[in-house]
């Protein structure tokens, strides 16, 4: 069985491309398009990671993300924060909403596979290596 991510991003190029792109290295990607989908995914599915994009309708990622670090059954899932805004202010927002790694689009792949897999090797029990 392959790691499991879910993609929060309500942009249809952004998602399609990078779920695509991590399908191809061996993760099996699901897909929700606003916050409060990912929310539902999260604690229905119980991915390996989430990758969260933050401006996102409905509930934004910073709100999702608090949600999930809040609640028991999810708080143990690594959340990566996706944003275009590429500072620092941004970047500390997302760790105060709780987000365990920040990244910036556009999306470089091999950087973001780091990120990913150096907080799916960080808990164990969880840890499956990508085909
Ligand atoms: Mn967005």
Not at 32 to 49: S, T
Not at 116 to 127: G, P, Y
Request: some cysteine.
């Amino acid at each position: 069985m392959s790691a499991r991510i879910l993609l929060v991003e309500d942009n249809e190029m952004n998602r399609d491309m990078l779920s695509r792109r991590l399908e191809r290295k061996g993760y099996e990607v699901a897909v929700a398009v606003d916050g409060q989908e990912g929310l539902d995914k999260a604690k229905a599915n119980k991915p390996d990671l989430i990758l969260m994009d933050m401006s996102l309708p409905v509930l934004d990622g910073w709100e999702a993300t608090r949600q999930l670090k809040a609640d028991a059954a999810t708080k143990t899932i690594p959340i990566i924060a996706l944003t275009a805004h590429a500072m620092a202010s941004d970047e500390q927002k997302a760790r105060e909403a709780g987000c365990d790694d920040f990244d910036t689009k556009p999306i470089e792949l091999p950087r973001l596979l780091e990120k990913i897999q150096a907080l799916m090797n960080h808990d164990l029990s969880r840890a499956e290596t990508p085909g």
